[in-house]
């Protein structure tokens, strides 16, 4: 008796939210289907990303594209975040392909606008962010296994989800209704084979090590999944409950040729790093007690243990032990439990907990030219190098400032051992107030704790000892002497005992209270059948954030860690009071089957920066069953986060170029004049040839949130019974963008223009390198915009009598109009539009990029399915990279395979190839790369992708 009531008052509620478009989801009519048919759709519609009283993607007035559990399944995919990344409309952010400036999550950038901008819901409801590195949410903690489908929706979501929702949302919708057990075993590892004869030759010319031919079945990982489902409480409760364990062994960058060299920034030759087991070093003399950089030379330390003038030669390839993909391991557990407590509320809980340990790799540590001051007669100099100061400085010279670059080859490799436990938790309420009104009540708990202990790194207060520095303790009491300028002469238990290891943790947490009301106002229009329906609501949240760095990290003590880092504490709380409203206008006319109007409104006060507006007015226009127009506008927020607000000053790293350095700069004399270069630097600053250049970075406790106004219109038709395409255009626009100014803009307009020359600080030897004397100021600051506009594409089509099985076909794809970045948006000339381009500025997005899928399932036990992921070419902007001068990216295209077989009743096994044709990375050199010669994480990555599976059910 309470089910069937139920049931009417989901078909109820369906037709006051969905109105006459039911047509565009199905083959038949409703009155062919049963009631509980129509109920069980009519409940689906209710819950779909967008609005509170919105449905599926061919009904919805906001562009949403679902990927199915089936999808997930098919991919192989383990780390739900290699799938999220083969969706056209993502970019690669955070992934397990990031070893140099690894965060240890997993982050989704929407359309390229920055991972803080992407709203990540689980159910409908926000997910907390992920670590110490970073305030977006980590996707690590959804198991790839427990997704029943996974929604993207375009353009601001603010009115209906609160902050953040800037380039859309990205919705994950559980498997909570599972019956029964269910157990996946899968294994999964790469293939490749080694043959690029271009990158071989260099390593030749250098005389270093690759691999060549197949690299077996490498950079394994193994998974296994339990999902426990059924009734209780005589059927009044529903649970479903899993376990999942993943272990992904490490790959390193030496396991691929194409990756086995660092290539310069050129892409002509395996450069490197200028930190060499064999030193180089900036000399001059102190003159006065000061450093003089008029007379400064740069030199190699000989095989014979002399000093020579440094030709670029005698370079560190660094490449080989960095990982190219991280080992990682990760436990999670959960559970989905609701019992109709009467027969109008039911009450449910969503628990979910995640153990993750990856750990980033890079190269061994060293003395990364910081300053020392030597006596002339100090014991780690011989007499010939002593006599080489006396005939290069003058024979009064008695002390020397030395800037030593000497990598730790007798020691291992750095190792960041990141680790985050995270859980969450959400209980609530629902049910009928009456017919026509339903609430929804609930709080969420999130919290991510999470660790760094970053070890075997050079403890910079140790080095100076060692070395003699005239400005530290004396070397005695079991100081071992660090004797960097006698080839051979550094030992291991020297190395060792300048080792240093720094520690940090973290604590992210989020406190949601939220509840709402949604239903039938019993007002229609003259031209409508249908009430209009409404949703009001308030939500109060709460955000803080902790972390603690050690002094280690505090004080910048780690010689390879690029500054200090410093310990962040801070928080902000929001509350918000929303609506929204849906009128059907006209239905069941000539022309017109269905027009509705949806408005939606939320009012936020935020502690930190005040009272913020966003709201949003959709059309839905139905000409006919068969055909939908909607149209759509969004005002959305991004309000400032803890770390942009609260984290202090601090030096780091930015990659890229100093076009005022080297032997031939970009630019001119007098243009690098304005970046704060003399005369006598002009063409003897050193370039770094890690493309690695100091900043100053903080946060700003006086940034607002950036506004965007989005607009989306779009066609929904299903000419047939058995296809259907949706084809929309986004207009993206952001105001206030908090962000650094770009390096390369800076340094670009202080020499062209004069602009922003107060944020390019020059060491005294010119460098923005060396030390910690040179770098460009970067704090955050509200001074951008961003302008983003787009076409996306989804096409389905199945045929149900396909050679006695069923075939469908699926197409997503999206092209960029624009992608412009606006770094100061007072100065328009200063904007530059990366939409298909690759520069220091522009990640490699190409304009149009697509996925194409078929999918055969037989009348039998077996099935198959193949994908083409294509990836548009993409221009170069710039001459440095000799690779992609004139040419860009070209167009990749990557085929994927899958076979699935019923072996019984309850047992199954898959197996598949990604990239079946082995198709490497595009290459580039160090400027433009994110690791590994490439844009690991967006193309394939590394090679072949096989895997297997078998999944049994009870």
Avoid at 449 to 454: N, P
Avoid at 532 to 546: L, Q, T
């Amino acid at each position: 008796m309470y089910k069937n009531s139920n049931l009417a008052k989901s078909i109820r509620l369906a037709l006051m939210f969905g109105g006459a478009s039911l047509a565009l989801t199905g083959t038949a009519a409703a009155q062919d289907q049963s009631e509980e048919e129509q109920a069980e759709e009519a409940q689906e519609r209710i819950t779909v990303t967008g609005s509170r009283i919105t449905r599926t993607d061919y009904e919805s007035a906001s562009p949403v594209q679902i990927t199915s559990s089936e999808e997930i399944k098919v991919s192989g995919f383990t780390k739900i975040e290699d799938l999220m990344n083969s969706l056209p409309q993502i970019e690669a952010a955070q992934t397990s392909y990031i070893a140099n400036g690894a965060t240890g999550t997993a982050s989704l950038d929407l359309r390229g606008l920055g991972a803080e901008r992407t709203l990540v819901l689980v159910n409908g409801r926000r997910l907390q962010s992920g670590g110490i590195y970073s305030e977006s949410p980590d996707i690590n903690q959804i198991p790839a296994a427990l997704v029943e489908r996974v929604e993207v929706m375009t353009g601001g979501g603010s009115a209906t989800y609160g902050a953040d929702a800037v380039a859309g949302v990205v919705n994950f919708v559980m498997k909570d209704d599972f019956e029964g057990v269910e157990i996946v075993a899968g294994t999964s590892g790469f293939q490749h084979n080694n043959g690029n004869s271009y990158i071989q030759g260099l390593m030749d010319n250098r005389n270093f090590e690759y691999p060549s031919g197949s690299s077996g079945i490498d950079g394994r990982q193994h998974n296994i999944d339990l999902t426990i489902g059924g009734e209780f409480g005589g059927g009044r409760g529903h649970a479903t409950a899993y376990a999942t364990w993943r272990e992904v062994e490490e790959l390193r960058q030496g396991a691929r040729d194409y990756s086995s060299c660092a290539l310069n920034g050129a892409a002509t030759s395996c450069g490197g790093s200028a930190t060499a087991p064999s030193p180089n070093s900036y000399f001059a003399p102190i003159v006065d007690g000061a450093y003089d950089g008029s007379q400064e030379v740069l030199w190699s330390l000989g095989q014979d243990g002399l000093f020579t003038p440094y030709d670029g030669t005698n370079v560190y390839n660094y490449a080989p032990v960095n990982h190219f993909m991280r080992p990682d391991t990760r436990y999670t557990l959960g559970a989905f439990v609701e019992y109709q407590v009467t027969d109008d509320s039911k009450a449910y809980l969503e628990t979910s907990f995640m153990h993750n340990r990856t750990v980033a790799q890079i190269a061994e540590s060293g003395v990364f030219f910081q300053r020392f001051t030597l006596d002339i007669d100090n014991p780690r100099f011989s007499d010939a190098q002593r006599q080489q100061f006396f005939d290069t400085f003058g024979p009064d010279v008695e002390q020397v400032g030395a800037y030593i670059g000497k990598r730790n080859v007798e020691g291992g490799p750095r190792q960041n051992q990141l680790e985050h436990n995270t859980f969450r938790i959400v209980a609530g309420i629902e049910g009928y107030l009456s017919n026509n009104w339903v609430y929804d009540i609930n709080f969420q708990l999130g919290q991510a704790s999470s660790s760094t202990a970053y070890v075997n790194d050079f403890y910079v207060p140790r080095i100076g000892q060692a070395l003699g520095d005239v400005n530290s303790p004396e070397c005695a009491d079991g100081c071992l002497p660090y004797n960097v300028f006698t080839p051979g002469g550094v030992t291991a238990e020297a190395a060792d005992a300048l080792g240093g290891t720094a520690v940090m943790t973290g604590i992210t947490t989020q406190r949601i209270v939220s509840g709402y009301l949604a239903g039938d106002l019993d007002i229609s229009l003259p031209g409508s059948d249908y009430p209009f329906a409404a949703v009001i609501g308030a939500e109060s949240r709460e955000v803080d954030f902790e972390r603690t760095a050690d002094e280690v990290y505090k004080l910048g003590q780690l010689s390879g860690q690029g500054g200090p880092t410093q310990s962040i504490a801070g928080g902000f709380n929001v509350g918000e009071l929303f609506g929204e409203l849906r009128m059907p206008i006209v239905d069941g006319i000539e022309g017109v089957e269905s027009l509705a109007l949806e408005l939606g409104a939320r009012y936020s006060d935020y502690s930190s920066s005040g009272g913020e507006s966003t709201y949003k007015v959709l059309v839905d226009y139905d000409p006919t069953d068969n055909l939908k127009i909607r149209a759509s506008f969004n005002r959305a927020v991004r309000a400032p986060n803890v770390g942009d607000l609260f984290t202090g000053t601090s030096l780091g790293l930015w990659g890229g170029e100093d076009p005022c350095a080297g032997s031939d700069p970009v630019y001119s004399a007098a243009q690098c004049a304005n970046t704060g270069v003399t005369p006598d630097q002009y063409g003897n600053i050193g370039a770094n040839p890690a493309g690695q250049y100091n900043g100053l970075f903080s946060g700003n406790l006086d940034l607002n949130p950036e506004i965007a106004n989005t607009w989306t219109v779009g066609v929904v038709a299903q000419p047939t019974d058995n296809f259907n395409f949706s084809l929309d255009y986004y207009d993206i626009e952001i105001e206030d963008v908090i962000t650094t100014l770009a390096p390369s803009v800076i340094l670009e307009q202080c020499a062209e223009t004069g602009e922003y020359c107060d944020k390019v600080v020059r060491a005294p030897s010119g460098s923005l390198w060396r030390g910690e004397e040179g770098y460009l100021i970067l704090p955050n600051e509200n001074l951008g915009g961003r302008v983003l506009r787009g076409v996306d594409l989804s096409t389905n089509y199945v045929d149900e009598d396909f050679a006695g099985g069923v075939l469908t076909a699926k197409v997503i794809g999206t092209y960029n109009l624009e992608k412009i970045f606006q770094p100061n948006t007072e100065f328009p000339e200063f904007d530059y539009d990366c939409s298909g381009l690759i520069s220091t500025q522009c990640f490699a997005q190409p304009k149009w990029r697509h996925t194409l899928s078929l999918n055969y399932a037989s009348d039998g036990a077996w099935s198959a399915t193949a994908k083409w992921r294509y990836f548009g070419q993409v221009d170069y902007e710039g001459t440095t990279d000799t690779l992609l001068a004139g040419k860009g990216i070209s167009a990749q295209s990557y085929i994927d395979l899958v076979g699935a077989y019923d072996v019984s009743e309850n047992t199954s096994v898959m197996v598949g190839i990604n990239n079946v044709f082995d198709k490497e990375p595009p290459m580039m050199g160090v400027t433009l790369s994110n690791n590994a010669n490439t844009v690991a994480g967006f193309y394939d990555t590394l090679g072949r992708y096989i895997h297997a599976s078998v999944t049994v059910r009870f």
